[in-house]
């Protein structure tokens, strides 16, 4: 399986929304080829360490193929959709969503080697970019959430670099199953016995699964879905 990237986005922290919100969210296309390291893309920063980067989530893909679902849903939405960077990714392609990406999936993009590593769990903070007081939710509801890879090894990637797939060690599970799990069949026990023991998931997402067998609850999600108050 290939693909092209269509681009290479990287933002600097700066203030968001009403409540001027440290985030780097507002990725702008970079020309040239950008150095793949373990943190993610050189020139890239986040606004919340704990909850955005790190090793699990050091690079962020998302489907140029979701927009014109958006604008169907969302037809007052701002020509920020129709550009890559409108979800703060830093990958933008088309040809592959998350019914067609395996956890675990290796992907050489440019001289770079990825490794998916779980869906992005959608925040309050799309709500203040896209000025729709519950576009996280609907972002979480819908399955167009995109996905974040860790880096096997360092490289580097440009627009216009290829995107291949070098090997699916679990293609049980496509990230919309996983999705579908952790969002609309919450407690199926077997599924998220098998998520707990999914070694190339995140380890915060394993651990999630994990919980939820043991409480037999799901999280609150209102916090991060909606910011505090």
């Known amino acids: 399986m290939d693909l092209r990237i269509?681009?290479?986005?990287?933002?600097r922290v700066q203030p968001l929304g009403p409540k001027r919100a440290p985030s780097g969210i507002d990725k702008q296309p970079v020309a040239g080829p950008v150095t793949i390291g373990p943190a993610g893309l050189a020139?890239?920063?986040?606004?919340?360490?704990?909850?955005?980067?790190?090793?699990?989530?050091?690079?962020?893909?998302?489907?140029?193929d979701h927009a014109p679902s958006w604008r169907a849903d969302l037809p007052a939405l701002p020509d920020l959709l129709e550009r890559p960077g409108a979800f703060g990714e830093n990958i933008a392609t088309r040809g592959l969503t998350e019914t067609g990406i395996c956890v675990g999936d290796l992907w050489r993009a440019g001289?770079?080697?990825l490794q998916v590593s779980q869906a992005r769990q959608p925040c309050?903070?799309?709500?203040?970019?896209?000025?729709?007081?519950?576009?996280a939710r609907r972002v979480q509801a819908?399955?167009?959430?995109?996905?974040?890879?860790?880096v096997v090894e360092t490289g580097r990637v440009a627009a216009g670099?290829?995107?291949?797939?070098?090997?699916?060690?679990?293609?049980d599970w496509p990230l919309a199953r996983l999705l579908r799990v952790f969002y609309v069949d919450r407690l199926d026990r077997a599924a998220l016995a098998e998520i707990a023991a999914l070694a190339p998931l995140s380890e915060s997402w394993r651990t999630l699964a994990a919980?939820?067998?043991?409480?037999?609850?799901?999280?609150?999600?209102?916090r991060r879905l909606q910011g505090e108050g």
């Open 43 to 64: 020139g890239d920063e986040q606004g919340d360490r704990i909850h955005h980067g790190g090793p699990d989530k050091a690079v962020h893909h998302y489907p140029l």
């Open 111 to 113: 001289s770079a080697l």
């Open 161 to 171: 670099d290829p995107m291949r797939l070098v090997e699916r060690p679990h293609p």
């Open 142 to 150: 819908s399955g167009r959430t995109g996905w974040y890879y860790r």
């Open 211 to 222: 919980r939820r067998l043991d409480r037999v609850a799901v999280e609150d999600w209102s």
């Open 124 to 135: 309050w903070k799309l709500n203040a970019r896209f000025g729709v007081p519950d576009m």
């Open 6 to 11: 269509e681009a290479v986005l990287t933002g």
